[in-house]
């Protein structure tokens, strides 16, 4: 089946530092989402993004479809302690196949 | 609005028991799907309902699985027997037909262990 590659697994950062994250993937998506998991919740859904090279931005949230369509990235600028949790970048193919396939996520502490 | 909801948020029971897990999707949405995550590992898809049809059911695991949305309202997923590496967490999500159907709005998930 799909593969997803999310690096890095877990990051700690300190309160204020910009985060980087990726995604990589063996097969072409038409669609990248990235979520984030609160302990005990369910992802829940940050941005979207529909074309290959788009970037998007919400609030501190930036992310990017890659230009081959197999891999996609997301920034926090500026960390805030509520970053905190996991995210998942999630690909998924076209309308009639709309499962999403799921990265590994990646962990973030906050060191206070 | 409300959004997707689950229930029981936890269960525990025993292996060779069973269990039903039921999702109330957020109203209107006609996509429900139900995904698992196995301890450490990625979320993975089990399946797609439109509707009250079950569009892709691919990522079932095996026929211990079963998954109904009679009426196309809510849906149930029913574990019999339950083995150990049945225990995980299970996500509905769910999205309207039309539009932007590529959204999934998930619910807080039910966390099945199974003993």
């Known amino acids: 089946g799909q593969q997803l590659n999310q690096s890095p697994q877990s990051m700690f950062i300190q309160e204020g530092e910009d985060v980087s994250m990726n995604c990589t993937s063996s097969s072409i998506f038409n669609t990248w989402l990235w979520y984030k998991q609160d302990p005990g919740e369910g992802p829940v859904l940050l941005i979207a993004l529909y074309k290959a090279g788009e970037l998007t931005s919400n609030g501190r949230l930036t992310a990017q479809f890659g230009i081959t369509r197999k891999d996609s990235f997301l920034n926090i600028s500026a960390s805030i302690p509520s970053d905190v949790g996991i995210y998942f970048c999630?690909?998924?193919?076209?309308?009639?196949?709309?499962?999403?396939?799921f990265g590994t996520g990646t962990r973030l502490t906050i060191i206070p | 609005e409300a959004g997707v909801t689950q229930f029981p948020s936890h269960s525990v029971i025993e292996k060779g028991q069973t269990v039903t897990l039921r999702c109330d999707p957020i109203?209107?949405?006609?996509?429900l799907y139900w995904y698992r995550r196995v301890m450490g590992k990625e979320i993975k898809f089990l399946l797609h309902?439109?509707?009250?049809?079950?569009?892709?059911e691919s990522g079932m695991p095996n026929n211990r699985f079963l998954a109904e949305r009679t009426g196309g309202t809510y849906s149930t997923l029913k574990v019999q027997p339950a083995e150990l590496e049945d225990s995980g967490v299970y996500f509905c999500?769910?999205?309207?037909?039309?539009?932007?159907?590529?959204?999934?709005?998930f619910g807080p998930g039910t966390r099945l262990t199974v003993t």
């Open positions: 999500a769910s999205s309207p037909l039309a539009g932007t159907t590529y959204e999934q709005y």
């Open positions: 109203s209107g949405h006609d996509n």
């Open positions: 999630a690909g998924q193919f076209d309308f009639g196949n709309e499962k999403l396939t």
């Open positions: 309902f439109v509707k009250e049809s079950k569009q892709d």
